[in-house]
């Protein structure tokens, strides 16, 4: 199974480990993935995102972090998150990023559904034979894209093929990250 279908490695909103759950596991091998929605920033820095499973709910940030760069539509990347459930009618579970861990948060450029998508992709294909992603040709010399140094073309023209055409320049930064940040 890709771990991109695994709910214990990512997990949706009510599959992430309360903070007052005394069997949590207390190492991070689980990451939530969620779509950025709105930037509520007052006077921590807060976004809305949206989990893979439709559920909006509030990130909080407990360093004094620069939201610049977390855009709409995009997606955030946060190893070990738990939710915090909080008592009393009305008020919504929220996920607190704690003192310290602000910076292992990571922001993916594309949507949750293509990160998703390509996480699936990139894990079936890794480590298998060479293929070109425009023709399909699958013998003789291959040259990756310098961008993801996932992709494999077959030639130059496949290479412009591909990027344009076959739209890789969409799928080649989320590719990159994914791959920086391969758990
Ligand atoms: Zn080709
Ligand atoms: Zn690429």
């Known amino acids: 199974m890709s771990r991109f279908t695994n709910p214990s490695v990512f997990p949706s909103f009510y599959e992430l480990p309360s903070t007052s759950d005394p069997s949590a596991p207390s190492d991070k091998t689980w990451y939530l993935l969620a779509q950025i929605k709105e930037n509520m920033t007052i006077t921590k820095p807060t976004l809305i995102v949206t989990d893979r499973k439709g559920v909006d709910f509030a990130l909080l940030f407990?360093?004094?972090?620069?939201?610049k760069g977390f855009r709409k539509g995009h997606v955030i990347f946060v190893p070990g998150a738990r939710r915090t459930d909080r008592e009393?009618?009305?008020k919504k579970a929220v996920?607190?990023?704690?003192?310290g861990q602000g910076a292992d948060v990571k922001v993916i450029p594309g949507s949750l559904e293509r990160v998703f998508e390509l996480g699936v992709v990139l894990e079936g294909q890794e480590g298998m034979s060479q293929r070109c992603a425009a023709?399909?040709?699958?013998e003789g010399a291959f040259m990756k894209?310098?961008?993801c140094s996932f992709t494999a073309y077959c030639g130059k023209d496949c290479q412009v093929k591909g990027w344009g055409e076959m739209d890789?320049?969409?799928?080649?930064k989320v590719l990159k990250v994914l791959r920086d940040i391969s758990v």
């Open 168 to 172: 890789h320049k969409s799928n080649c």
């Open 88 to 90: 009393g009618e009305g």
């Open 145 to 147: 894209c310098t961008g």
């Open 62 to 67: 407990e360093d004094s972090i620069s939201l």
């Open 95 to 99: 996920v607190h990023v704690p003192v």
């Open 135 to 138: 023709c399909g040709k699958m």
